[in-house]
């Protein structure tokens, strides 16, 4: 493991979802002082009585240094770092929130995956627009599930920075016996997968959903892998990246797992029902559906080929039939397997 300083001032968790509060307890149970905060007053009220969340992870007990927060300020003061875990069309209004209320030396992570819907841009860079590059920046991804962190289960996961001694820092004070957090410079390449896997499970799942079968999930994984790092590759990304825990990694488990609310969309599409009725079945906020239009956008602004994304945004957006949609893929010019 690093021999990282363990950084023991608090840290401040924003956004009790059910990502938000696994993280919350993980950094507590690992020793950190953490506060967690939600927009909604009447969660705060109830999660601080009952030490638990219940709406979102209920089945996970509160550790004893996880306090909740019903204010911004009190839930930022004296915080040495702030982790935002809200989705991707909610972090430029939240970053703007708190840019008045954070101190100089405050550094701030993410685990927001997908790209800015309205401008295509990745996380670092609306982070960027909204608050500067002097203070260390972080992202969290990899392939976890929140109620499984909630459980305690053997987890790892990947805090990349451009500042390697502050990934090194945050995830020393994330790791305890049972979670693992390993670091990266590359924070384009893991946020890049963080926001394509989302697209890809939702195909998945309505492959799986459409009874097309194991060899197809595996060609989906396969060459979905390879459009994620085409497009990684063109915003500056390193190829490794997507070998590791944010590319390959969290693909195989959002593809293959039913706790995916990507994958879960794309079965009850497949079962009939239209996306408007999907997504209000899933309950919570469904990525890939928002991250479909972004990485279609993206991706053709950039000239990056990208046929299966593209086929599930057809899907989503055009109303065109999934079976159609792999036909067509079935249908393209053979050529060699990594051009």
Not at 15 to 29: H, N, V
Not at 298 to 327: D, F, K, N, Q
């Amino acid at each position: 493991m690093s021999t990282a300083p363990v950084t023991t001032s608090p840290i401040a968790v924003l956004g009790a979802g059910s990502w938000g509060t696994a993280l919350a307890i993980q950094f507590a149970r690992a020793g950190r002082t953490t506060r967690l905060w939600s927009r909604d007053r009447q969660q705060s009220v109830a999660m601080a009585q009952t030490r638990r969340n219940d709406r979102y992870l209920p089945e996970a007990a509160f550790p004893a240094g996880l306090t909740v927060a019903a204010d911004l300020p009190v839930a930022l003061d004296g915080a040495a770092d702030v982790l935002i875990a809200v989705p991707s069309h909610g972090l430029r209004a939240l970053l703007r929130e708190i840019a008045p209320l954070l101190r100089a030396e405050t550094r701030l992570a993410w685990a927001t995956k997908g790209f800015e819907l309205d401008t295509g841009l990745l996380p670092h860079q609306v982070a960027a627009e909204v608050l500067g590059t002097a203070r260390p920046q972080a992202v969290l991804s990899g392939p976890t599930f929140a109620r499984e962190v909630g459980a305690g289960l053997p987890t790892a996961m990947t805090v990349a920075s451009a500042d390697a001694g502050y990934a090194a820092t945050l995830a020393q004070s994330l790791s305890s016996e049972k979670f693992r957090a390993y670091t990266s410079t590359d924070i384009v390449g893991v946020e890049v997968g963080g926001a394509v896997k989302n697209v890809l499970a939702v195909g998945a799942g309505l492959t799986d959903g459409l009874g097309f079968g194991a060899n197809t999930r595996v060609a989906l994984i396969t060459r979905g892998l390879l459009e994620m790092t085409r497009l990684g590759e063109k915003l500056g990304a390193r190829r490794e990246t997507f070998m590791g825990l944010a590319g390959l990694g969290d693909l195989v488990l959002t593809c293959t797992d039913d706790q995916s609310r990507n994958r879960r969309f794309g079965l009850l599409l497949a079962a009939g029902r239209s996306v408007p009725q999907a997504l209000a079945d899933i309950g919570q906020v469904v990525e890939g559906y928002l991250a479909a239009a972004a990485v279609h956008r993206v991706a053709s602004r950039l000239g990056v080929e990208m046929p299966i994304c593209e086929g599930i945004h057809r899907t989503l957006y055009e109303g065109a039939p999934p079976r159609e949609v792999v036909r067509d893929l079935m249908g393209r010019p053979i050529r060699p397997e990594f051009d």
